[in-house]
């Protein structure tokens, strides 16, 4: 199985799309953007390598079997796709007036409230990923106890907290 099938499904499922909006195409190139920006933002056990230039878009070596980088890649390619609709629906957006009758028409609103919730979603992700995977966190436990003073008393406990 190709990278892109498992991101086709999860990419369309975030923007909402059930494969009448978007061609494959498109989307396995929003893709390869959102891939080539994990890797840029995110340090994963493999190094991928993200090809945007050939015209068939590739991601080597293959990433399926690494749900971290398949969900945060699809998060991210979400944010690109609404990034881009959003700026579309601002010019697409109608206001009539007569009155005090009113007529807005405004489907930006609904997407700037996806891309915000994408947004938050790939950055909760990222902390956890780095969290759950850095190299460089631990702790460092000795057997040293310290006196603690408790504030306004001269009282003093042994053992610290």
Same mark, same amino acid.
């Given at each position: 199985?190709?990278? &892109?099938?498992?991101?086709? $499904?999860?990419?369309?499922?975030? $923007?909402?799309? @059930? ?6 195409? /498109? ?8 891939? *080539?920006? $994990? ?7 493999? %190094? *991928? @390598? ?5 015209? =068939?878009e590739? $991601? ?46 405004? #489907?930006?609103?609904?997407?700037? =409230?996806?891309?915000?919730? =994408?947004? =938050?979603?790939?950055?909760? *992700?990222?902390?956890? *990923?780095?969290?759950?995977? %850095? #190299?460089?966190? +631990?702790?460092?436990?000795?057997? &040293?106890? /310290? @006196?603690?003073? &408790?504030? +306004?008393?001269n ?5 610290g907290?």
């Amino acid at each position: 199985m190709a990278w &892109y099938t498992d991101g086709l $499904v999860i990419l369309r499922s975030l $923007v909402g799309d @059930e494969g009448t909006t978007y061609t494959d195409a /498109k989307l396995k190139k929003v893709l390869a953007i959102g891939a *080539y920006r $994990v890797r840029q933002e995110v340090d994963f056990d493999t %190094s *991928y @390598e993200v090809d945007l230039t050939s015209g =068939s878009e590739a $991601v080597t070596p293959d990433p399926t079997g690494d749900y971290d980088f398949i969900n945060l890649m699809a998060l991210k390619s979400a944010v690109v796709l609404l990034t881009g609709e959003l700026k579309l629906a601002g010019d697409q957006s109608i206001i009539i007036q007569d009155g005090p009758s009113k007529i807005q028409v405004d #489907k930006g609103k609904w997407i700037k =409230s996806m891309l915000d919730w =994408s947004k =938050s979603e790939y950055d909760d *992700y990222v902390k956890d *990923y780095i969290a759950g995977n %850095s #190299k460089y966190s +631990g702790v460092v436990m000795t057997p &040293y106890t /310290k @006196e603690f003073i &408790y504030p +306004g008393t001269n009282s003093t406990r042994n053992g610290g907290y």
